[in-house]
């Protein structure tokens, strides 16, 4: 009779975990156009500070809002989620002054190149220009896509025109919305009517190439809310426009800005049903910058643009290693990020291509 007994109480908890089985868990990438290394571990650069291109008012500002007394100050007031939440919950990689090492593994050292590796796990050399074809190279969404939990449940936005082609959205079957690609293109309703007005009517400092951050944040923020998509890529893209531009304060404040919208992002995620302590954030950029006045460029003829960063978030990191900034180790590529996220959700990134090895193995 005991022996019955337990086996109906073991039949009826497995049929209560086949009806409610844990759901699969979610991924958000989110990526900031070239933004420096030197900047997110050590805060303000006092050589740019300095330089003769960086105008005393800008100087002013930026040492009111950024500088301290010591780099570690000095980055908390730069990206204060970053350095707060993503430190005592996540894994930060880069800082080469600790010797976490991260870099690309492709030749080329600019966006495209970056962001194929980034988001596919494999270089091509083939891929040597911004103004490359549709990739014909399977992307960690477009994997996620065909997965029965994910397909249907999946968008990209960019600020960048480049990214239906990197993602080659048609052939993978997912929503791109990049540039001034308006959000009521797959959402129709008023306020994805309204974002979508004043993204056209809005200012275009980088003309009709990129869009403003703002609005490419705003419309993935208002996608994520009331879609609730299970994998998701965001790509802001004026840390590396500003920079270009050789306007020090702005790259500051587009980095200090998108700091603050991946920490509400992280509170959204962990207040709402589904995606609390179910959601992987991976936070990175395509490439790095060089040093003192090649601080606005990149391209494998500028000395260290190859060094690049990235950082995590989501549930039993601590479980892989020790959380918090990172200190030596082994280098790391690239390449290996998309498997390393497939692999914290439980799956294995077999694509067409050759991956990078993910590194929690």
């Not at 204060?80 to 080469?96: A, D, H, T, Y």
Request: include cysteine.
């Amino acid at each position: 009779m005991k022996k019955l007994l337990i086996l109906l109480i073991f039949i009826h908890q497995l049929a209560i975990a086949q009806k409610n089985p844990k759901e699969s868990p979610n991924l958000i990438v989110i990526t900031t156009d070239g933004l420096r290394w030197q900047e997110v571990f050590n805060g303000v650069d006092k050589d740019i500070l300095t330089s003769k291109s960086v105008n005393k008012s800008d100087s002013a500002a930026i040492a009111k809002n950024y500088s301290a007394v010591n780099p570690q100050e000095s980055r908390k007031k730069l990206m204060p989620f970053l350095w707060s939440s993503v430190q005592e919950k996540g894994m930060i990689f880069g800082n080469r002054n600790l010797n976490s090492l991260a870099e690309v593994a492709n030749p080329y050292w600019f966006s495209y190149p970056g962001y194929s590796e980034l988001l596919t796990g494999y270089v091509d050399t083939l891929i040597n220009t911004n103004d490359y074809k549709p990739n014909p190279h399977t992307n960690l969404f477009a994997f996620l896509n065909k997965q029965n939990a994910y397909k249907g449940k999946v968008a990209a936005f960019g600020a960048w025109n480049a990214f239906n082609r990197i993602l080659n959205e048609e052939k993978s079957g997912f929503p791109v919305i990049n540039a001034f690609e308006p959000l009521n293109s797959i959402l129709k309703d008023e306020l994805s009517n309204q974002i979508s007005a004043m993204l056209k009517d809005s200012y275009k400092p980088f003309h009709e190439v990129e869009c403003l951050d703002v609005f490419t944040h705003y419309q993935a923020l208002h996608y994520l809310k009331s879609q609730k998509p299970k994998a998701m890529y965001i790509s802001y893209g004026e840390t590396d426009e500003w920079a270009h531009h050789d306007k020090y304060a702005n790259y500051l404040d587009a980095a200090h800005q998108v700091d603050q919208w991946i920490g509400d992002i992280w509170t959204w995620v962990q207040n709402t049903p589904g995606y609390k302590d179910n959601t992987y954030i991976l936070i990175a950029t395509d490439h790095g910058r060089g040093w003192r006045n090649e601080w606005t460029s990149h391209g494998a003829s500028i000395k260290d643009a190859n060094y690049v960063w990235f950082a995590l978030m989501g549930p039993n990191l601590a479980s892989k290693g020790k959380l918090g900034e990172q200190e030596g180790g082994d280098k790391i590529f690239q390449k290996q990020l998309a498997a390393s996220m497939l692999e914290l959700m439980g799956l294995e990134f077999r694509v067409e291509h050759e991956v990078g090895v993910g590194i929690f193995r």
